[in-house]
C-alpha cells in the first residue's frame, strides 16, 4: 500500500492519509484531532525535523488564520486608543501629514518569520500569525513611518544604508529590545550593553531579508556603516523609550 493510500481502522473509519515525507520530518497532514494534538507533542518535545516544524507552523497557522486575524484585530485596536508609545508616534506622524487607523493597519497572516512590515503606499502590516507582542511591532513600523515623513526615506529604492539607518532606529525606540523581553522571550541573558547589541542583531536580521541584500554579511557592512549616527538619533523621543 502507497503512503497515500487510506486503510479501514477496526471502527469502520479511514485512518489519516500520511504525506509524502512524514516519516523522514515526523509531521502528519490530517484533520484528526487526534493526530493535531500528536503533531503538537512532537512539536513541543523536539521530535520533528526542521522541516517538519516548518510544515507545522505552516499547518497550524492556515487552521487558526480566521481567529489570528481577530485577535490581532482587537490588539490593534486597543493598543491604538491606549498604548502611550502608540499614541505618542501616531501624534507624531500625524504632524507630519501622516493618517494611521485601523483601515490602513492590517493584520494578515504571513508566510515568512516576519512579525510585521511598512510600505509607503499600503500603511503597515501586522502578522496576525506571529506571536510578538503587538504594541512592539507597531511602534517598530510607526518609527519606519516617521521616518518616510520625517526623513523622506524611500523604501521603494531599497537603499541599505537607509533601510539599515531605519531598522536600527527602530529597533532601538519601539521598546523591543527592552532587557526583559529578551531576557524572558528570546533567551538573551547579557547585562552589559545588551540593548546596543539586540539593536544590532535584529536591525542585521531585517536588512538581510530585504530584497537587494546579498547576505547577511552585507547587511551587517550597512549597519556598522551607520550605526553611530542612527543609534544615537531618537527622534521623535527625547531619550530612548524603556
Known amino acids: 500500500m502507497s503512503d497515500e493510500a487510506q486503510s479501514p481502522s477496526h471502527n469502520g473509519t479511514t485512518n489519516a492519509r500520511k504525506e509524502p515525507g512524514v516519516e523522514e520530518t515526523g509531521f502528519e497532514f490530517s484533520d ?4 493535531q494534538n500528536r ?16 510544515q507545522y507552523v505552516r499547518d497550524r497557522d492556515d487552521r487558526n488564520e480566521k481567529e489570528d486575524c481577530a485577535r490581532c484585530e482587537k490588539q490593534r485596536d486597543y493598543v491604538l486608543q491606549y498604548s502611550p508609545i502608540v499614541r505618542f508616534l501616531n501624534g507624531k506622524i500625524s504632524a507630519l501629514g501622516g493618517d494611521l487607523n485601523g483601515n490602513n493597519i492590517q493584520c494578515r497572516k504571513c508566510e515568512a518569520s516576519r512579525g510585521g512590515g511598512f510600505t509607503q503606499n499600503y500603511g503597515i ?13 507597531l511602534a517598530h513600523e510607526m518609527v519606519h513611518a516617521y521616518d518616510f ?3 523622506k526615506v524611500d523604501f521603494e529604492k531599497h ?13 532601538s525606540l519601539s521598546g523591543e529590545c527592552r532587557f526583559w523581553r529578551e531576557f524572558w522571550n528570546r533567551g538573551q541573558w547579557k547585562l552589559m550593553n545588551q540593548h546596543q547589541e539586540c ?6 536580521l531585517s536588512v538581510a531579508a530585504r530584497p537587494t ?13 551607520v550605526w553611530d549616527s542612527c543609534f544615537a538619533d531618537t527622534r ?7
Open 32 to 35: 484528526d484531532p487526534k493526530i
Open 39 to 54: 503533531n503538537t507533542w512532537r512539536f513541543v518535545t523536539g521530535g520533528l525535523t526542521a522541516e517538519g516544524i516548518l
Open 125 to 137: 502590516l501586522l502578522c496576525a500569525n506571529r506571536r510578538e507582542p503587538i504594541e512592539d511591532v
Open 149 to 151: 515623513l520625517r526623513f
Open 159 to 171: 537603499n541599505l544604508r537607509h533601510a539599515a539607518c531605519t531598522e536600527i532606529r527602530a529597533s
Open 199 to 204: 539593536v544590532k542583531r535584529r536591525a542585521v
Open 213 to 225: 541584500c546579498k547576505n547577511d554579511v552585507e547587511a551587517a557592512r550597512a549597519v556598522n556603516e
Open 236 to 242: 521623535p523621543f527625547d531619550s530612548i523609550y524603556k
